[in-house]
């Protein structure tokens, strides 16, 4: 299992209304902090050799000139190596997406490009505070394809308040029509704290209620398989296996990675650890050569198993049930068959040929899953 390195650009032009993550929308620190990455880079180069996937993540990476991206390649080539075949993803703003950028990053290996559309809807871009219009999104993905690259997803949201199904089914239509080759449909989920959850919290707004929360979840699921996605993990589509996103398969099914930048995680073995959410604290740590880690957990084989489980039923895959005996020591069919028996009689997971994979229902209530 190559590990995979994901790069935490925590930098944002402006904060989307419903943003929880942490990102800081001053560019002061922008220059120094490419510097600090490759900082952070040494302090693992004793622990990491190689990786097969770079996931450059936000914040926005697309704020990033193409040189700066460039400069991180060269020194993750530097203290680490890269597989020949390594998938290197760039999450992108579609205002951020013009073709010299696009040309340059296709130059240096970026192979595969995500880009946040969120919606074609211009009211729901204007309502999530988006800085871009449904016209920059197709304009971006046009470019995209334009420049050559042939591995693009498009990440959307559904479940806005006041959007209906038909709004919804127009944007997913939208999207299918340019046959990228991953999309990912996540569903909005607000935090108190932002612009968004404080109109929730004033009663100004509601969230679509539950059944209509599901119907949108089946609907998306059904369409896109039609149209021949394959529906992979809960929020994740792929036209071909081959566009299963390599990087993020890594989360859920434990093989190590590496998080750099503040508050990026980072996994192996048995054990968790992440830096300080905080891009001052990181730039001074960094420069005093001391790590920028906040805190490290390590799981008991209880807690793997545990996670095991959770994560397998986010997968089409699901769970290899001689493999996670061989893995824990532990048959869940003998252990849960009880707990195991109720859900599949609910429809939620279906147990054959050695696997427990979840149904569409299943995924839908994932959530629910997890507590056995
Ligand atoms: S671009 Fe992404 S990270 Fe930045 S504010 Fe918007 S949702 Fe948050």
Same mark, same amino acid.
């Given at each position: 299992?190559?590990?995979?390195?994901?790069?935490?650009?925590?930098?944002?032009?402006?904060?989307?209304?419903?943003?929880?993550?942490?990102?800081?929308?001053?560019?002061?620190?922008?220059?120094?902090?490419?510097?600090?990455?490759?900082?952070?880079?040494?302090?693992?180069?004793?622990?990491?050799?190689?990786?097969?996937?770079?996931?450059?993540?936000?914040?926005?990476?697309?704020?990033?000139?193409?040189?700066?991206?460039?400069?991180?390649?060269?020194?993750?080539?530097?203290?680490?190596?890269?597989?020949?075949?390594?998938?290197?993803?760039?999450?992108?703003?579609?205002?951020?997406?013009?073709?010299?950028?696009?040309?340059?990053?296709?130059?240096?290996?970026?192979?595969?490009?995500?880009?946040?559309?969120?919606?074609?809807?211009?009211?729901?871009?204007?309502?999530?505070?988006?800085?871009?219009?449904?016209?920059?999104?197709?304009?971006?993905?046009?470019?995209?394809?334009?420049?050559?690259?042939?591995? %693009?997803?498009?990440? +959307?949201?559904?479940?806005?308040? $006041?959007?209906?199904?038909? &709004?919804?089914? #127009?944007? *997913?239509?939208?999207?299918?029509?340019?046959?990228?080759?991953?999309?990912?449909?996540?569903?909005?989920?607000?935090?108190?704290?932002?612009?968004?959850?404080?109109?929730?919290?004033?009663?100004?707004?509601?969230?679509?209620?539950?059944?209509?929360?599901?119907?949108?979840?089946?609907?998306?699921?059904?369409?896109?398989?039609?149209?021949?996605?394959?529906?992979?993990?809960?929020?994740?589509?792929?036209?071909?296996?081959?566009?299963?996103?390599?990087?993020?398969?890594?989360?859920?099914?434990?093989?190590?990675?590496?998080?750099?930048?503040?508050?990026?995680?980072?996994?192996?073995?048995?054990?968790?650890?992440?830096?300080?959410?905080? %891009?001052?604290?990181? +730039?001074?740590?960094?420069?005093? $050569?001391?790590?920028?880690? &906040?805190?490290? #957990?390590? *799981?008991?084989?209880?807690?793997?198993?545990?996670?095991?489980?959770?994560?397998?039923?986010?997968?089409?895959?699901?769970?290899?049930?001689?493999?996670?005996?061989?893995?824990?020591?532990?048959?869940?069919?003998?252990?849960?068959?009880?707990?195991?028996?109720?859900?599949?009689?609910?429809?939620?997971?279906?147990?054959?040929?050695?696997?427990?994979?979840?149904?569409?229902?299943?995924?839908?209530?994932?959530?629910?899953?997890?507590?056995?």
């Amino acid at each position: 299992m190559i590990p995979g390195l994901y790069i935490h650009i925590p930098f944002c032009l402006s904060k989307c209304h419903y943003c929880n993550f942490y990102s800081e929308t001053s560019l002061k620190d922008l220059s120094s902090y490419t510097q600090a990455l490759v900082g952070e880079m040494a302090l693992y180069k004793q622990h990491f050799k190689k990786f097969d996937t770079v996931y450059f993540g936000g914040g926005t990476p697309s704020i990033l000139k193409a040189e700066e991206v460039a400069d991180i390649l060269r020194s993750i080539k530097h203290y680490f190596s890269l597989s020949d075949d390594s998938e290197i993803t760039i999450e992108a703003n579609p205002g951020d997406l013009h073709p010299e950028f696009l040309k340059s990053l296709r130059d240096e290996g970026v192979n595969r490009l995500n880009i946040g559309v969120q919606s074609f809807d211009d009211d729901i871009l204007d309502f999530l505070g988006r800085r871009h219009s449904s016209r920059d999104a197709v304009h971006a993905i046009e470019t995209t394809y334009n420049e050559g690259f042939t591995n %693009t997803g498009l990440d +959307l949201i559904y479940g806005i308040p $006041g959007q209906n199904m038909k &709004e919804w089914m #127009e944007t *997913l239509a939208m999207a299918v029509s340019f046959k990228p080759e991953h999309i990912s449909c996540y569903q909005l989920t607000i935090e108190a704290n932002t612009q968004i959850g404080k109109r929730l919290g004033r009663g100004e707004i509601t969230l679509p209620d539950e059944d209509l929360q599901y119907d949108f979840f089946m609907k998306t699921s059904e369409s896109l398989e039609d149209e021949g996605y394959i529906h992979y993990e809960i929020s994740n589509f792929a036209r071909e296996t081959k566009f299963i996103s390599r990087h993020n398969s890594k989360y859920w099914n434990h093989t190590p990675y590496l998080g750099l930048g503040p508050s990026a995680h980072s996994f192996s073995g048995n054990t968790r650890w992440w830096n300080h959410a905080s %891009t001052d604290r990181y +730039l001074d740590n960094i420069k005093k $050569g001391k790590s920028p880690l &906040e805190d490290t #957990e390590n *799981l008991d084989i209880k807690s793997l198993r545990m996670e095991a489980f959770f994560l397998g039923l986010r997968t089409a895959k699901g769970i290899n049930l001689q493999d996670f005996n061989n893995r824990f020591n532990y048959d869940l069919v003998a252990e849960k068959g009880d707990v195991l028996a109720k859900l599949e009689g609910s429809g939620l997971i279906e147990i054959a040929d050695g696997h427990i994979v979840p149904t569409r229902s299943g995924f839908a209530l994932a959530d629910s899953l997890a507590l056995i």
